[in-house]
T-cell receptor
């Protein structure tokens, strides 16, 4: 069954600290993996897109890694800011035929001052 | 370019009524996806439309239906509303369905409350 599991479910950190969010998937065959940021009550916004051949991709203070062999991805946030408080969603796209994305349930991040 | 627009922003209905939500994709995007996000839960796939046709639907009852118009805008209809239908309904669009590299761009959502 094609699934995307994220951990932790929620995380609370202090402003300025770093954190890492995890995503494990069983979706196959794999096309690409995306991390989205969703502010409360808003639509998700794409942070990074990673294909099979990419191991690391950065977007400002966000760095995503992908290990296609172990089917794991992580999102590392450096020097967290209050505005980083949001839900971070891992989405895996299956290749071949219809490209229906499979969403993880997200990690809720709260950054305290 | 204008993003994905959804309307209404908020909608309050009572049990048994019908709700209609609307979505306008980004210009040039032909695929529209609908997702339900209940409070504290992840996005649940509802429907996918491409080129005016329903390509796939999630594990939802037939009360949830929709359509895509010739201009690629889309409508989600929920009949016989139940309390558990209260959720944020998100619409996303992408350029086409033939490439997994296309980014889904989401609208801000429509918050449906069923009393």
């Amino acid at each position: 069954k094609n699934q995307v599991e994220q951990s932790p479910q929620s995380l609370i950190i202090l402003e300025g600290k770093n954190c890492t969010l995890q995503c494990n998937y069983t979706v196959s065959p794999f096309s690409n993996l995306r991390w989205y940021k969703q502010d409360t009550g808003r639509g998700p916004v794409s942070l990074t897109i990673m294909t099979f051949s990419e191991n690391t991709k950065s977007n400002g203070r966000y760095t995503a890694t992908l290990d296609a062999d172990t089917k794991q991805s992580s999102l590392h946030i450096t020097a967290s800011q209050l505005s980083d408080s949001a839900s971070y969603i891992c989405v895996v796209i299956r290749s071949g035929g219809s490209y229906i994305p499979t969403f993880g349930r997200g990690t809720s991040l709260i950054v305290h001052p | 370019e204008a993003g994905v627009t959804q309307s209404p922003t908020h909608l309050i209905k009572t049990r048994g009524q019908q709700a209609t939500l609307r979505c306008s994709p980004i210009s040039g995007h032909t695929s529209v996806y609908w997702y339900q996000q209940a409070l504290g839960l992840g996005l649940q796939f509802l429907l996918w439309y491409d080129e005016g046709e329903e390509r796939n639907r999630g594990n939802f009852p037939p009360r949830f239906s929709g359509r895509q118009f010739p201009n690629y805008s889309s409508e989600l209809n929920v009949n016989a509303l139940e309390l558990e239908d209260s959720a944020l309904y998100l619409c996303a669009s992408s350029r086409d369905s033939n490439s997994g590299a296309n980014v889904l761009t989401f609208g801000a959502g429509s918050r449906l409350t069923v009393l």
